[in-house]
C-alpha cells in the first residue's frame, strides 16, 4: 500500500509564497508519476502541476510561471512550491501517485492540505 501525506498549506496574504510537500511511504522512482492537484469549493478537481519518472513537467496554464514541482528523492517527497499566489488559489490540494502495472492504472491519494490566500 501507498502513503501519502501532504504538509505545507495554510494562509497566506496574496502575492505570497508557500512550499508545499508530499512525503510517500516508499521510493518515489517507483512511481511512473506524480502530481499536485486541487480543489476548490463547488468546483472540480483539477489538475495543478505533474512530473513523470523522468523528470518532464507539466502545469495548469493557470499556475504557469508562478508554481514549480520538484522533487527529493533520498528523501521520498514532491514539492510545490507556490509563488505569487493569488485568491483563485484558495482550494484544498491533493498530492497523487500513480502507478502503471501491465496496462492498469493504480493512482494514491494524500489527505490534502488546505491553501486559503486572502486578498
Known amino acids: 500500500q501507498v502513503q501519502l501525506v501532504e504538509s505545507g498549506g495554510g494562509l497566506v496574504q496574496a502575492g505570497g509564497s508557500l512550499r508545499l510537500s508530499c512525503a510517500a511511504s516508499?521510493?518515489?522512482?517507483?512511481?511512473?508519476?506524480m502530481g499536485w492537484y486541487r480543489q476548490a469549493p463547488g468546483k472540480q478537481r483539477e489538475s495543478v502541476a505533474t512530473m513523470a519518472s523522468g523528470g518532464r513537467t507539466n502545469y495548469t496554464d493557470s499556475v504557469k510561471g508562478r508554481f514549480t514541482i520538484s522533487r527529493d528523492n533520498a528523501k521520498n517527497t514532491v514539492y510545490l512550491q507556490m509563488n505569487s499566489l493569488k485568491p483563485e488559489d484558495t482550494a484544498v490540494y491533493y498530492c497523487k501517485a500513480t502507478i502503471v502495472v501491465v496496462g492498469w492504472t493504480n493512482d494514491y491519494w494524500g489527505q490534502g492540505t488546505q491553501v486559503t490566500v486572502s486578498s
Open positions: 516508499r521510493n518515489i522512482f517507483s512511481f511512473n508519476a
